[in-house]
Nanobody, 124 residues
Framework: QARLAESGGGLVQSGGSLRLSCVAS????????MAWFRQPPGKEREFVAR????????NYSDSVLGRFTVSRDNAKNTVFLQMNSLKPEDTAVYYC?????????????????WGQGTQVTVSS
């Protein structure tokens, strides 16, 4: 059974950094597109970043472009999200997701597997 486990969230001041990790098990990780989504308080879940099978191709939402970096280590079945220059509006529960079809999508509905999420809170 596929499982994704996020870690690395926490409380940080505005301008600070955090690095999220997501370890996958029970799925063909190296053949899965991986992505990060987030859900701010009282809002819908939104796309943050995705990384292709080999890690060469990445995509970002406009709101995080230039501040966040997504990467993966297929040998460790892990995807990362390095978040720099954090802002209060980045406060959200962050989820990693896996797409075994490889549709290269930014839509949550395309992803079959989800983690439980990790809370990121940025204080002003």
């Amino acid at each position: 059974q596929a499982r994704l486990a996020e870690s690395g969230g926490g409380l940080v001041q505005s301008g600070g950094s955090l690095r999220l990790s997501c370890v996958a098990s029970g799925l063909a990780f190296s053949r899965s597109d991986m992505a990060w989504f987030r859900q701010p308080p009282g809002k819908e879940r939104e796309f943050v970043a995705r990384v292709s099978l080999t890690g060469v191709i990445t995509n970002y939402s406009d709101s995080v472009l230039g501040r966040f970096t997504v990467s993966r280590d297929n040998a460790k079945n892990t995807v990362f999200l390095q978040m720099n220059s954090l802002k209060p509006e980045d406060t959200a529960v962050y989820y990693c997701a896996a797409d075994r079809v490889g549709s290269a999508s930014t839509y949550a509905a395309r992803y079959q597997y989800w983690g439980q999420g990790t809370q990121v809170t940025v204080s002003s």
